[in-house]
């Protein structure tokens, strides 16, 4: 993890010194900032490889950096805050959060989600695989992380893709909610079952999928993939 950076968005300056402490720390080149547009600057300036945003930042809120990002980025998005209603939670991976920790919160933990976060990237970033599915209709590419539907790019998020690519390479096999996340995501999220199913939602839209079009609820079981064409 070293050299990577890393963003935070943090309008308490306590809490924003103590959090880039721990991240130099552990080797990240981090920097900070206190409020929402200097966050969508820094992201262009400062060219990092995750964010860790609070919700609750001044002339620009998490909730609006995090929409105006995911309309033209794929960057990593850890949101950092004090809210911890469960629909607050679902709205935030609804507009493409990749994960959620909650204040008070311990540095240890935080860092332990940002590294797992980064390994996921990076072991994306190793795939070569380009998988076609349903006669050209779908394009997975898994280096590039990018998915075409009928020609045209479709934006996942790193964690909505990796969700995919589980499901595509377990096929026609009923993968659980739990089992999505320890596959894909490689982390302990307290068996928060609303997360892939916020996840889900996401990919469906985004690919102009019908409720059970390619990814199939199993009512008490999880999801799987069917496809009936692999090239």
């Keep these: 993890m070293k050299d990577k950076k890393v963003l935070l968005a943090e309008d308490e300056s306590r809490m924003r010194k103590v959090v880039l402490a721990y991240l130099k720390k ?3 080149i981090a920097k900070g ?8 600057e820094e992201i262009d300036n400062f060219n990092p490889d995750l964010l860790v945003l609070d919700l609750m930042l001044p002339k620009l809120s998490g909730e609006e950096v995090c929409q105006q990002l995911r309309q033209s980025s794929k960057l990593p998005i850890l949101v950092l805050t004090a809210k911890s209603r469960t629909d607050d939670k679902v709205n935030c991976f609804e507009l493409g959060a990749d994960d959620y920790l909650v204040k008070p919160f311990e540095p240890k933990e935080l860092i332990a989600r940002i590294k797992a976060i980064l390994r996921r990237s990076d072991y994306q970033n190793k795939r070569c695989e380009v998988m ?13 992380k990018t998915v075409k539907l009928n020609g ?15 499901l595509i390479e377990h096929p026609n096999q009923v993968l659980s ?12 999220f307290d068996g928060f079952d609303r997360t892939i199913d916020a996840h889900i939602k996401n990919i469906r839209k985004k690919l102009s ?18 496809s009936d064409s692999y090239e």
């Design 152 to 166: 045209e790019d479709i934006k996942l998020t790193n964690t909505e893709f990796e969700i995919l690519q589980t």
């Design 33 to 40: 900032v206190e409020d929402g547009k200097k966050a969508l």
């Design 177 to 188: 909610r739990e089992q999505i996340l320890t596959k894909a995501l490689g982390f302990d």
């Design 26 to 28: 552990e080797g990240f």
């Design 209 to 226: 999928l019908k409720k059970d079009q390619y990814i199939i609820t199993v009512y008490g079981g999880g999801y799987k993939f069917v």
């Design 132 to 144: 076609v599915l349903n006669n050209g209709e779908i394009k997975v590419d898994f280096k590039a």
